[in-house]
C-alpha cells in the first residue's frame, strides 16, 4: 500500500528535479553567452545594480567607468546583463519642456504682488 503512494510522488519528484536543472542550465548558458559577448564600450547593469561603462576586460575581471575617469576592477560575474541603447530615448507622447520667458516670468511676480 505504501508502494501505491511513494511510486507517483518519487516520479513527481524526479520530474520537478529535472525541469528545475533545465532551466537553470539554460539560465547559465545565457551568462556565460553574455559574458563572452561582452566589448569595451559596452554599458552594462551589475548584480549590485550599478549602471557602468566596461573600460576594459580580461578573463576574469572587467574595468567598468562608473564616472568620468573613475574606473573599477569587478570580477566578470557580477555583470547581470547589457544595457541596450534605445533608438529614440524620448517616447513621442512624452511633454515637451519649455523654457520660460522673461516677461512670463515678470507677470507672474507681478500677479503674485497683487494677492
Do not use: C, Y
Not at 6 to 12: D, E, K, V, Y
Not at 34 to 63: E, F, K, M, W, Y
Not at 81 to 109: G, K, Y
Amino acid at each position: 500500500m505504501d508502494l501505491v503512494i511513494f511510486l507517483p510522488l518519487l516520479i513527481i519528484m524526479g520530474a520537478f528535479m529535472f525541469f528545475a536543472s533545465r532551466r537553470q542550465k539554460k539560465a547559465m548558458q545565457a551568462t556565460i553567452d553574455l559574458h563572452n559577448s561582452l566589448q569595451v564600450g559596452d554599458r552594462i547593469h551589475t548584480t549590485s545594480g550599478l549602471q557602468a561603462t566596461i573600460a576594459g576586460i580580461t578573463d576574469d575581471t572587467v574595468d567598468l567607468e562608473i564616472a568620468p575617469g573613475v574606473v573599477t576592477t569587478w570580477m566578470k560575474l557580477a555583470v547581470r546583463d547589457r544595457i541596450e541603447a534605445d533608438v529614440d530615448d524620448t517616447p513621442e507622447d512624452a511633454p515637451v519642456a519649455t523654457e520660460l520667458t522673461e516677461s512670463a516670468a515678470v507677470t507672474d511676480v507681478d500677479s503674485l504682488k497683487k494677492d
